[in-house]
Nanobody
Framework: QVQLVESGGGLVQAGGSLRLSCAASGNIFSNNAMGWYRQAPGEQRELVATITNGGRTNYADSVKGRFTISRDNAKNTVYLQMNSLKPEDTAVYYC?????????????WGQGTQVTVSS
């Protein structure tokens, strides 16, 4: 099994910064992608950013230039540095890891961490 443990959420004023961390453990295939998603109340879960084990990144337009995703492959840990936070960034943030193994797709999710940005 694979477990993901997120940390770093909290309450911050608009314009402030937070850094989220997500440590993955278990039977993870080395060729994988990790990412951050978020879900605001009454909204669908949406992509924030993803990063492959090779370092290729992808960002939602709404966070480009403000958020930076990175990872430590040796620790199977992904980070999300969030700067210039806005009230509309308020959501539960979830990390995930996905990979293919023997032709089958596997995706695992963390439990989520609350980020609240006050105006």
């Amino acid at each position: 099994q694979v477990q993901l443990v997120e940390s770093g959420g909290g309450l911050v004023q608009a314009g402030g910064s937070l850094r989220l961390s997500c440590a993955a453990s278990g039977n993870i295939f080395s060729n994988n992608a990790m990412g951050w998603y978020r879900q605001a109340p009454g909204e669908q879960r949406e992509l924030v950013a993803t990063i492959t084990n090779g370092g290729r990144t992808n960002y939602a337009d709404s966070v480009k230039g403000r958020f930076t995703i990175s990872r430590d492959n040796a620790k199977n840990t992904v980070y999300l540095q969030m700067n210039s936070l806005k009230p509309e960034d308020t959501a539960v943030y979830y990390c995930n890891v996905g990979f293919l193994r023997f032709g089958m797709s596997y995706v695992y999710w963390g439990q989520g961490t609350q980020v609240t940005v006050s105006s």
